[in-house]
């Protein structure tokens, strides 16, 4: 059973607190017809913020797929022990009154850390509290709307295993999504930005971890702080919080000397599969890392969940990335892995571009 505390200011919703629901959250969008706009502080952390008061709140339950509110006679037949008896709005049971037996029941079902994988956040929402995702210590992708305005202090707090955000645009909007800037900027972690409009994919980046370092400089007692890995220099990407993809290009080449070559991979086939594409300089400094890291890019193509081999071979394809000895290796790469459709894709590229040549005397090596 799923549950809601909120209150009502004006003519929106503040929710509160959020009840029994499993390793994928769907946000409330609307309470008996009010849209959801404000997330409170702590929402999802172990105890209740204390600007919350139990006895202001009500009391919402999940039904079919909208969101209904429980009040006097409603609460008393789902807590029949919870002291919720008369009818609403009397004296001795105010329609918004939860009695501390409920809460207490409730709490029992709160959200708990170690079930929390995936949170979506509706349109409307507006603003999400201090600390909102503290201690989702399972948590690693979060969705957020292009309504977003505010996001709170440490809101990804003890969240170590983000490595996923969404963000929607609207039609109107720029490719760079309202408070992305800001949202990279509390999670060091390494992760994946994927941006959409209309639950299509414009684009996705990866942007690299970081840590922070102080190093204290004697004897004049001065602090310097010493940034390791290139993940803060790909989150100062921005002027006035756009994104700048040629400044974010342009950190490659220390990226190609700190990071992983699954990092760099990554980031590389993000920045070709869509997006504003790279200029031509970069493109060619990338296809060059990729050809050096080819046994990395292939285990990586036929293995990654979040790539589809055939669309990322005609990626590379269209590219000019093969030459006849990368067709042929990553042909035997892809039967290793007995990827038979990876295999045909390869083979049916290198008919194209290398027919005639050494590569088209030996296709009877690899089998399908």
Known sequence: MEYAAYTVQDDHVILYRLYGTGPVV??????????????????????????????????????????????GEALSAFFPDSGCGGPAGSQENPERELPARVMKTLEKEAL????????????????????????????????????????????????????RLVLELKETQELTPPAMKELLDT??????????????????????????????NTPARIIEIIYHGTGHQYRNCFLNRVLQFDRYDEVFPLAAAQES???????????????????????????????????VLMDEILSDPDFGPESELRILDGM?????????????????????????????????????????????????
């Not at 702590?42 to 139990?54: R, V, Y």
């Not at 909102?132 to 305005?149: K, N």
């Not at 390494?190 to 370092?213: C, K």
């Not at 086939?269 to 060619?284: D, H, I, T, V, Y």
Request: net charge positive; aromatic share 10%.
């Open 261 to 295: 070559p699954q990092t760099n991979v990554h980031l590389i086939l993000n920045r070709f599969r869509s997006g504003p594409a790279p200029k031509k300089e970069m493109q060619q400094r990338y296809l060059e890392y990729l050809r050096r890291e080819h046994t």
């Open 112 to 163: 708990r850390a170690d079930r929390v994988s995936v949170v979506h956040i509706p349109e409307g929402v507006k603003q999400i509290g201090n600390y909102a995702f503290y201690g989702l210590y399972q948590l690693r992708e979060v969705s957020f709307p292009s309504t977003i305005q505010r996001i709170g202090w440490g809101m990804f707090n003890g969240c170590r295993k983000v490595n």
């Open 320 to 368: 000019e990335f093969f030459t006849s000895t990368l067709i042929d290796a990553s042909i035997q790469a892809a039967s290793r892995k007995g990827n038979s459709r990876a295999v045909s894709c390869l083979m049916e590229i290198r008919g194209r571009r290398f027919a005639g040549g050494s590569a088209g005397k030996s296709r009877s090596r690899y089998e399908l």
């Open 187 to 216: 999670l060091p972690n390494e992760l994946d930005v994927i941006v959409r409009r209309d639950d299509e994919e414009l684009y996705r980046l990866r942007f690299p971890a970081y840590y922070e370092e102080g190093k204290e």
């Open 26 to 71: 769907e946000v409330p969008d609307r309470i008996d017809g009010r849209r959801v706009e404000i997330l409170a502080d702590h929402l999802f952390a172990d105890e209740m913020s204390a600007l919350g008061d139990p006895k202001q709140m009500s009391l919402a339950r999940m039904e079919g797929n909208s969101w209904t509110g429980l009040k």
